[in-house]
């Protein structure tokens, strides 16, 4: 029904920057909010930004000044800029969407696959 697809991440030094993106695609009416989580191994998933609709973002405490949550509508495409990158950012990244499709009124919660971003020198 909905595909979503990462990209953009890798390696790169601490202090350095990385963008991730985060395309959505299938039978979709609208989107509610889309964004970024991640999990480390052994540890829970935790919310990294998010994105609604009408515009509102939330960020984890670990990463405001660092993060920033952006939506491309016409492309249903969310990105994560990310800057001042720390070891400890490194893990599995995972994008999500909440959104209703063409053919129910529901809304309904899709993940990606997850991207790599690994912060070392």
């Known amino acids: 029904q909905v595909q979503l697809v990462e990209s953009g991440g890798g390696l790169v030094q601490p202090g350095g920057s990385l963008r991730l993106s985060c395309a959505a695609s299938?039978?979709?009416?609208?989107?509610?909010?889309m964004g970024w989580y991640r999990q480390a191994p052994g540890k829970e998933r935790e919310l990294v930004a998010v994105l609604t609709s009408g515009g509102s973002t939330r960020y984890a405490d670990s990463v405001k000044g660092r993060f920033t949550v952006s939506r491309d509508n016409a492309k249903n495409t969310v990105y994560l800029q990310m800057n001042s990158l720390k070891p400890e950012d490194t893990t599995v990244y995972y994008c999500y969407t909440t959104l209703v499709l063409t053919d129910s009124p529901y809304a309904m919660t899709f993940w990606g696959k997850g991207t790599l971003v690994t912060v070392s020198s």
């Open positions: 299938g039978s979709i009416f609208s989107i509610n909010s």
